[in-house]
């Protein structure tokens, strides 16, 4: 065996017609070199394996690529860690294993990534959130996407216990303490969900300390001059909004409801508007009836005078009260600041600042109107009953066993309600005093039977 030289490695090649050569160093034994057919020359190193008495070959590099002393240092490297005992197949194995895993944590960050806490709650709303009522989804979404707006685009694992409290924290200090809970209760619902199906580890929102702060329980009540203010003030905002706002107040129907009311949930002749069971707090359809102001305000919108025949109703999925391309008004703080400003104009024509201070409209949000409608219906005589079916409510005075068995709705008696409530408001709109003698129909049907 020669010495390897760049000299003879240069000269070195295959015998004729052979497919390659191989030849080792006398200087390091256990180096050698094979050329092949093609003209290249790649450094080896040979060792016995004490385990199998089997001759084991590794590459080392292409000469060229590394000279020949790197060549020799790095087998003696090799053999030496042989001699002190180490498995080279083990350790190439373990290498081997140690480069996927890196590849695998390497392509899981990038679904990680991918996983944003955009793309989370998308997901939750779709194949969770469908089953629920649109209103809680629509609202749990945007809880969430309001609260974590700057995490949207990050990746839903990287969103921590620590910047989940510090943004409940912020709700809490701008009292929105009912907010925070609300928010909470979606996130560890939302995060819950993904560890469930195996696409997050952690849910940030579990086993954080119960929100501190008192809920605001609103027991806001208009008075009659306060619901003059409000329908006053509602005329004068362009429409749609306005005519919303003043066929809440005659409904006593919730915002959402009567802003996504379309054609086709009104009976031809105008006297009833059903909402269907999805668009509901509770899920079941409801019939509201309409009273003549109400009735007013739709002729208004089909541009029919009172007493004229009705034409044919739009189609019935327009919405009544929508805006340009039928979307549906969303933007009741610009409606409530409109109408505080119409309000403080008409106190600004009293004439002494005793007046405008003594008439001011306190806080108030539209809501407060179901509150005030079934409030002044109990005083005029109306039984409890018949107000918690107005409203719509799932529970109320009949609760229990006797819910099981009385499946009334009370219509005649809604329909009485209503229109009382109407011409109340509309005495009130007038500055009039309003106090409709009203009896209930229980009543008046036991007088007439007494005749």
């Known amino acids: 065996m020669p010495k390897l030289t760049d000299r003879f490695i240069l000269a070195f090649a295959p015998a004729e017609g052979a497919k390659d050569r191989l030849t080792f160093d006398t200087e390091v034994k256990g180096l050698g070199l094979r050329a092949t057919s093609s003209g290249t020359k790649t450094f080896i190193v040979q060792w016995t394996d004490k385990a199998t008495a089997r001759k084991v070959r590794e590459p080392i590099g292409v000469w060229g690529a590394i000279t020949l002393e790197q060549a020799r240092e790095a087998a003696r490297i090799r053999l030496g860690r042989v001699a002190a005992g180490f498995n080279p197949k083990a350790e190439r194995t373990a290498r081997a294993a140690e480069e996927a895993k890196q ?9 990680d990534a991918a996983f ?9 709303a779709r194949l969770h959130l469908s089953s629920r009522r649109p209103r809680y989804s629509a609202e749990a979404q945007r809880a969430l ?22 943004a409940l924290d912020n709700l809490v200090g701008e009292g ?22 195996r696409r997050l580890v952690l849910n940030p929102f579990a086993g954080l300390p119960a929100i501190e702060g008192s809920s605001t329980s609103r027991d806001r009540v208009l008075s ?27 409904t006593l129907a919730r915002r959402d409801e009567g802003a996504r009311m379309t054609w ?36 208004e919108l089909l541009g029919v005078p009172e007493r004229k025949p009705l034409p044919a109703l739009p189609p019935a999925s327009q919405l009544i009260f929508g805006l340009a391309r039928n979307r549906p008004i969303t933007a009741f703080s610009w409606i409530k600041r409109e109408m505080e400003a119409a309000i403080a104009a008409e106190l600004e024509m009293r004439p002494t600042r005793a007046d405008r201070t003594a008439s001011a409209l306190a806080a108030w949000v539209l809501h407060d109107f179901r509150r005030s409608g079934v409030t002044w219906l109990a005083g005029a005589g109306f039984p409890p009953h018949v107000a918690d079916r107005l409203l719509n409510h799932v529970g109320g005075t009949i609760s229990g066993v ?6 009334g709705e009370f219509l005649a008696e809604r329909k009485a309600a209503l229109d009382a409530w109407a011409v109340h408001v509309v005495a009130c709109a007038g500055g009039r005093e309003a106090t409709p003698k009203v009896t209930s129909l229980d009543s008046e049907r036991k007088r007439r039977r007494a005749r």
Not at 103 to 111: D, L, N, P
Not at 225 to 230: N, P, T
């Open 402 to 407: 006797a819910a099981v068995y009385q499946r």
């Open 145 to 166: 996407r309001l609260t974590f707006k700057a995490q949207l685009g990050r990746s839903a694992a990287t969103l921590r216990h620590d910047a989940v409290i510090a």
């Open 176 to 197: 929105k303490a009912a907010t925070a809970r609300l928010t909470m209760a979606y996130g560890r619902s939302c995060y819950g969900w993904a560890v469930k199906r």
């Open 264 to 299: 086709g949930e009104i009976a031809a002749d105008l006297s009833t508007w059903t909402q269907p069971g999805e668009r509901t707090k509770n899920g079941k359809p409801h019939v509201v009836h309409l009273a003549d102001p109400a009735k007013a305000i739709l002729r």
């Open 103 to 111: 590849r695998e944590e390497v392509a899981q960050a990038k679904i």
């Open 116 to 124: 944003t806490l955009e793309a989370l709650i998308d997901d939750w």
């Open 224 to 250: 009659d001059e306060e619901i003059g203010q409000a329908w006053r003030a509602a005329v004068k905002v362009p429409a749609p909004h306005g005519p919303l706002v003043r066929f809440l107040l005659l």
